[in-house]
């Protein structure tokens, strides 16, 4: 099955600061790059997905970035919010709609 | 707006109990998800199924099964539930061919 693994597991900024979750896959059939939201007691929600023929797509201030020969995918937040405070999940997809998530990233932006 | 409900938010249970939780999609999606999350291992998936009658295993499955009679809604039993069953159930669910899950609010479940 796929391997996921995203880092950092706990990242810390301070408001207005860059912030970068990297997401690695094993799965080179993999064809679709997600990242979910979670806020504190909230169900995950997308935020921004990019498929494989695809290298990065932006929506605002947030931003993916897509290394398929590398099998790693990046998200990118610029001019950080005390609102992007939450976990983030990337989630590789494959065959069925199916998503593998990573382990989460908390982020936390200090005002 | 995609509207997916589960039947309880928080449910105890006694170790060795049936336990049934429910999700009810209202966007006639194909594909409907059952995961566990538990902090630090991210959304684990339990069985997902792709239509009605349809269901195939996930990472995690053993100690549950599905059943889904309708389009709409997809069901997880704990046959026996045990303590290591605790955590918090999510169901999601997407169109055919697309990959967006949406997801219901949760259900917290404690098994003592």
């Known amino acids: 099955g796929e391997n996921v693994e995203q880092h950092p597991s706990t990242l810390s900024v301070q408001e207005g600061d860059s912030a970068v979750i990297k997401c690695t896959y094993s799965?080179?059939?993999?064809?679709?790059f997600p990242w979910y939201k979670q806020e504190l007691g909230k169900r995950p929600q997308l935020i921004i997905d990019?498929?494989?023929?695809?290298g990065e797509k932006k929506d605002q201030r947030i931003a993916v970035t897509l290394n398929k020969t590398a099998k790693h995918f990046s998200l990118h937040i610029t001019e950080t919010q005390p609102e992007d405070s939450a976990v983030y999940f990337c989630?590789?997809?494959?065959?069925?709609?199916?998503?593998?998530f990573g382990q989460g990233t908390i982020l936390t932006v200090h005002p | 707006d995609v509207k997916v409900t589960q039947s309880s938010r928080y449910l105890v249970k006694r170790t060795g109990e049936k336990v049934f939780l429910e999700c009810v999609q209202d966007?006639?999606?194909?594909?409907m998800f059952w995961y566990r999350q538990d902090p630090g291992l991210g959304l684990r998936l339990i069985y997902f199924?792709?239509?009605?009658?349809?269901?195939e295993k996930g990472d995690i499955p053993e100690g549950y099964s599905v059943s889904r009679e309708k389009k709409e809604r997809f069901s997880l039993i704990l046959e026996s539930a045990s303590t290591n069953q605790t955590s918090m159930y999510l169901c999601?669910?997407?169109?055919?061919?697309?990959?967006?899950?949406?997801f219901g609010p949760g259900t917290r479940l404690t098994v003592t």
């Open positions: 999601a669910s997407s169109q055919q061919l697309r990959y967006e899950q949406y």
């Open positions: 799965d080179s059939a993999s064809n679709y």
């Open positions: 990019i498929r494989s023929n695809v």
């Open positions: 989630a590789p997809g494959g065959s069925y709609g199916k998503l593998t």
């Open positions: 966007m006639d999606h194909e594909n």
């Open positions: 199924s792709y239509d009605v009658k349809m269901k």
